[in-house]
Each structure stands twice: as C-alpha cells, then as structure tokens.
C-alpha cells in the first residue's frame, strides 16, 4: 500500500505525524477531522527520515502512484502522450495524463530516499 503518514516539523522542533488511516488510533494518534489523524512526537522518537516515492507497475510499465481520494483505488500518472495512449489513460490536465486501477492490478515498488531535518 502507498505510504499514508506524512510529517510536519513545528516551531518547537517537535514533529507532527498526519494520517488517513484510521486504524493509526491503536498508535497513540488522536483524531481531528474526517479521516484525520494526528500525533506530535519529538524528533528523537523518530529513528530516520526518508521520503518515499510511491510508484506502481502496471502491466509491464512503472508510474508514479498515489492513493485516488474518492475510490480509495490506486492513481496511476504520465507525461507521456504515447504511452498514455497505449495505456488508456485520460488526458487531465496539458501535459499530465491519468489512469485510476485496482490495486490488484499492480505491484506497488516505494523509493526510499534518506533526507535529514537539518
């Protein structure tokens, strides 16, 4: 499944945690909108950071992917006309192309980069 957590630094150097998922209640995150959740831990708690590129194989072809808010499917995207086309994708915007699947219908593959808060 695509990574759902997303980190915020605060002023007080503290980290706020975001979450969709509901079951991150077990995890000590409160609840503050529909389907958000929050939890502020101190930087040490936190082990390492890496940012995480989502991308999905789709039949034989990578592209970056996301989770599609509405269907809870997985987003597939492209910049590439011909491939788009080959694909079935739509057209959504000038130059971006996208195509909603099954998550049954792909291989998600995560890109781990460290990055640093410094």
């Known amino acids: 499944m695509v990574?759902?957590?997303?980190?915020?630094?605060?002023?007080?150097?503290?980290?706020?945690l975001i979450s969709n998922k509901y079951a991150d209640l077990t995890q000590g995150f409160k609840h503050l909108d529909e389907n958000i959740y929050i939890k502020n831990v101190s930087v040490?708690?936190?082990?390492n950071f890496?940012?995480?590129?989502?991308?999905?194989?789709?039949?034989?072809?990578?592209?970056?992917?996301?989770?599609?808010?509405k269907t809870g499917k997985v987003l597939l995207v492209t910049t590439n006309t011909e491939l788009a086309k080959k694909m079935g994708f739509e057209r959504t915007d000038k130059y971006m192309y996208s195509k909603t699947v099954e998550w049954n219908e792909v291989e998600i593959i995560e890109e781990r980069n460290p990055f640093s808060l410094d």
């Open 50 to 69: 890496f940012k995480i590129n989502a991308k999905a194989i789709y039949k034989g072809e990578v592209f970056p992917a996301s989770q599609e808010r």
């Open 3 to 16: 990574a759902s957590i997303v980190l915020v630094l605060l002023k007080d150097k503290s980290i706020r």
């Open 44 to 47: 040490e708690e936190v082990g």
